[in-house]
RNA sequence: GACGCCGCCCAGGCGAUCGCUGGUCCGGCCCUCCGCGAGGAGGGACCGGGCGGGAGGAAAGUCCGAGCUCCGAAGAGCACGAUGCCGGGUAACGCCCGGUGACGGAAACGUCGAGGAAAGUGCAACAGAGAGAGACCGCCCGCGCCCGAGGCUCCGGCCUCCGCGCGGGCAAGGGUGAAACGGCGGGGUAAGAGCCCACCGCGCCCGCGGCAACGCGGGUGGCAUGGCAUACCCCAUCGGGAGCAAGGCCGCAUAGGCGGGCGCGCCGCGCGUUGCCUCACCCGCGAGGGUGGGGCCGCGCGCGGAUCGUAGGACGGCUCGUCCGAAGUCCGCGGGUUGGCUGCUCGAGGUCGUCGGUGACGGCGGCCCUAGAGGAAUGAUCGCCCCUCCGCGAGGAGCAAUCGUCGCGGGGUACAGAACUCGGCUUACGGACGACGUCGACC
RNA sequence: GGCCCCAUCGUCUAGCGGUUAGGACAUCGGCCUCUCACGUCGGUAACGCGGGUUCAAUUCCCGCUGGGGUCG
């Protein structure tokens, strides 16, 4: 097993690949912040880490502003381990203004919706297992 | 100092911590092979660690030009498209450099699709007589008529002016227009006209300078040749088409299906068969019938062959051409796939020196290796410094406006993210430096 | 990432060198009606932006801007 920093951000810590997009965005169990939608869906495997992306529209900037939102998002998913929980994917689609806020103002607003992830993580995973 | 103009350069720096990514090395783990064995060799897409690397001048727009790859060999012609003063640079260009001309500017300097309008076709609303060759008003001459006015008179009339008609000459003037048949002045004439003359413009010829575009000078013609080719077009030059989602390999999957188009040719041999002709034998008195053999034509099957390669088909604009060719082949639909590896980064490469050239650039020599991602990396946090703006305070120079120095607090730091790779163009945008032009002040 | 289109009243569109930039729907006002609707008459309202060619540009050329489509 990889030993290593808990503060780290692998590949497959991502979600990839364009399938695994659609069948997140088509879940019904979702958590919106003020600058954030998320989404949740079952992942392959119910006791691996969870797995996360982002989706940044043309609408909100040019190349630059919506790197900027990835970075920052990836930054706040790698500081914090159990910010969802296990076995799910979550897609992240960032909402007007998400590019005028600094690191500590995104962190500050994931935490405070933090109970919200986790309940409706645990429904997505329930969904999956009486399917 | 202000305003302007041109060129060149930079794209905040340092440190700490936590990360991302691909390269390389080491270790672990796994696999394969060899060995009785300890072990050895090779591999790995897994895990950990060390080392060094990681956005731009525009990475952008995708507007041009190439490399590279495939399509049908990339060859010729037509069509179509692009370019368009001259010379040079370059792999190439619609780019760059130098020159010429025109235009703009007071200047530095800038801008320009800047070939052909005596090859042809076309266009020019409205206005105007007329928009490519014309005559409305008008001017002039001759003849005729006559209301009127004037003059002369030998009292019969005659002349002049005005008006009308007919025939002829003219294109100066009027006015319209964006543009009106060279301009302006003089001579000339019945009135006029390059009809003649001077100057200017234009065309042609000659000489000189220049590789050339073109410039300068002289002579000559006597205006013939109006404008628009960013209207069609002509001329010259260039271009086959598509694009890294090109293309190659592996794996997986699905299908071997449905509909439609065009097709079953030529020569030889063999077999079968319908028809026709013919021969022999048999039967019948006979018309005729039967059996067998041979020949011909058609059809079917099989084998072999040929080339006029026909019909037909393929070919990313078309034709020539090329290929396939009676084997089936082609088109459309349906179905299925959006996984991995590769292409993928060393190249018309940078940089320094030197030589040649006005320059773009080129030759030679030395040195350097400089991103390769793939829901897509190059980031985040903190500290210090740099630049700049604002406010407050301190003290300095100066008569003053003001200028610069230090400290504290607060703010700002542009445009913008590689997606196969180069050369350009265009657009966006913060700042530093230098040269030059004009104006003003001081020494 | 590549390739290809489009832009005209609020909306859908016609026009393609000289137009009062036309039409339909919508909107505003009048007439009709007891009222509304229908009908009818009239009005308001547009060439994405910046250069160039031309006497003259919505139209032709160039450059931007903003939309859209498509691709093993």
Not at 25 to 46: N, Y
Not at 78 to 90: A, E, Q
Not at 125 to 131: F, Q
């Amino acid at each position: 097993m990889p030993s290593g920093s808990s503060f780290r951000f692998p590949k497959e810590r991502r979600v990839r690949k364009r399938p695994d997009f659609v069948r997140v965005q088509a879940s019904p169990h979702r958590a919106t912040t003020k600058h954030f939608v998320f989404l949740f869906a079952a992942g392959e495997r119910a006791d691996a880490p969870w797995r996360a992306g982002v989706v940044v529209t043309r609408k909100l900037g040019g190349a630059v502003e919506r790197n900027r939102i990835k970075r920052v998002c990836r930054e706040c998913f790698r500081k914090t381990r159990d910010l969802f929980p296990d076995g799910v994917d979550v897609v992240v689609i960032a909402r007007a203004g998400a590019h005028l806020l600094s690191q500590g103002e995104v962190l500050a607003e994931w935490l405070g919706a933090k109970r919200h992830f986790e309940k409706k993580g645990a429904a997505a995973r329930l969904a999956k297992a009486e399917k």
